[in-house]
């Protein structure tokens, strides 16, 4: 039995059980279960190889003694030493803003990964989105839930009643005020060149040329936006070790401490996935090439990890820019790329129609 | 047969009733901006309940996004220091 013969059985299968009834509860529950392990297993991933790849840049070895040679079972040592350890509420704190900050702060991210499609499959002529939800504005959606994610360093910033998280807290209010500006204009400009606000039809407009070749301007202002908006390293003023310890989450012990990490690296992983989606081209294959009957979940997913690499290797090569100097960016240099880009997008979307 | 609407309906009525009342009763400012946040949130959920998503989105995206941040932000600015009894 060859390759192509079990994909079509697979195929098949998925056929079969998205055609019977696709709107199945039981469907989508076992969807969304298998998306949100899917998303841990990839901020797991994420965790892994930033370390690694972190510690093969700057000539260390990195993780190396729990699970032979390559340390693939250190996070999981790392996840049990953060169940075991003592949860530390501080006296002076908000107790309930303490609680509820990662909480907020995985919600957001989960909200996120609702409606991230993998794939798109086309059966007798319908369309079957493989994702938790379908909706007709899921771009807009996640811009919305990802503005949740300020309310948890908000509620850690005050609640832990600390110096130090207060003025994280700040920073992050004052960098994600000016940067969810930028990143609100380009996922604009891919809407108008895509005609629609739905991920599904912005791949699906992106099977001749991806948006990165037709706007690459836009692709650059979002990867900035994204940095800033997930924390990642040229932006992370927030958590700067040198200034803020470890800024808002200073006062968080245990296994609230590994929410509030987790959580950053769910946010990193759903905006890997969000570059993948509107810039990359999602599922379609290379440009000229096609899909190579590769299904295109595992193009998805390629697409991601190569854009994990890029968070990674960034934050290898810089350094941390000043608050001030973050805030500058922001307002005066991508805010007008990004209304460039707009009108850029603008024509081409109309001389393309 | 009830219509089943009836559950969600009364309980983002609840939440939304509830945080408004806390709005105004909340000794500490920074307590009554988070409970504006979340009747910003329950009216999304109305919205929803109307099935109206793109106005449910939008008002996650300009009352809480935008305007919940603002006023907690500002809140935050000038009340930190101020101990409460």
Redesign the interface.
């Known amino acids: 039995m060859g390759i192509v013969e079990i994909y079509e059985i697979i195929m098949d299968t998925l056929v079969f059980i998205f055609a019977t009834n696709p709107f199945s509860p039981w469907i989508r529950g076992v969807l969304g279960g298998l998306v949100i392990g899917a998303v841990f297993g990839g901020a797991l991933v994420m965790v892994y190889l930033e370390r690694k790849f972190l510690g093969d840049m700057q000539s260390r070895i990195g993780p190396n003694r729990v699970g032979g040679r390559f340390g693939v079972l250190q996070l999981i040592a790392d996840a049990i030493k953060l169940f075991t350890k003592e949860d530390i509420i501080p006296a002076k704190a908000d107790k309930w803003l303490f609680i509820g900050a990662p909480i907020v702060a995985l919600t957001s991210g989960f909200l996120m990964v609702a409606v991230i499609p993998f794939d798109l499959l086309i059966i007798k002529g319908n369309e079957y989105a493989v994702a938790v939800s379908r909706m007709d504005i899921s771009i807009l959606y996640i811009e919305a839930v990802s503005g949740l994610a300020i309310f948890a360093t908000f509620m850690a910033g005050w609640g832990s009643s600390s110096k130090y998280a207060v003025l994280a807290a700040f920073r992050n209010v004052a960098k994600m005020i000016g940067y969810e500006i930028p990143m609100g204009i380009s996922i604009l400009s891919v809407a108008v060149m895509a005609y629609s606000l739905d991920i599904v039809e912005i791949v699906e407009a992106q099977s001749s040329i991806w948006f990165i070749i037709a706007q690459p301007l836009g692709f650059v202002i979002f990867f900035i936006a994204l940095l800033a908006d997930v924390g990642r390293i040229p932006f992370d003023q927030t958590e700067a070790e040198e200034e803020l310890v470890a800024g808002w989450a200073t006062e968080y012990s245990g296994m609230r401490w590994g929410l509030a990490f987790f959580a950053e690296y769910l946010h990193a992983v759903v905006g890997s996935f969000i570059v993948t989606l509107i810039f990359l081209g999602g599922w379609n294959g290379l440009p000229f090439v096609g899909n190579l009957y590769i299904p295109g979940i595992f193009w998805v997913i390629a697409k991601t990890i190569i854009v994990m690499m890029l968070f990674i290797w960034i934050r290898a090569a810089l350094p941390r820019y000043r608050i001030d100097q973050v805030i500058d960016i922001g307002w005066k240099v991508l805010i007008p790329l990004a209304l460039l880009n707009l009108v850029w997008s603008t024509i081409i979307g109309l001389m393309w129609a | 047969m009830i219509d089943l609407q009836i559950i969600p309906f009364a309980i983002i009525s609840i939440i939304m009733i509830g945080s408004s009342i806390m709005v105004v009763k909340s000794k500490?400012v920074?307590h009554s901006a988070?409970h504006c946040?979340i009747t910003m949130m329950a009216a999304a959920g109305f919205y929803v309940l109307l099935s109206a998503?793109?106005i449910a989105?939008?008002q996650?995206?300009v009352y809480?996004?935008?305007i919940?941040?603002?006023i907690?932000?500002a809140v935050?600015?000038t009340t930190?220091n101020q101990e409460v009894e």
């Open positions: 500490e920074v988070f946040v998503q793109f989105v939008v996650i995206l809480v996004g935008a919940g941040v603002m907690l932000f935050m600015l930190r």
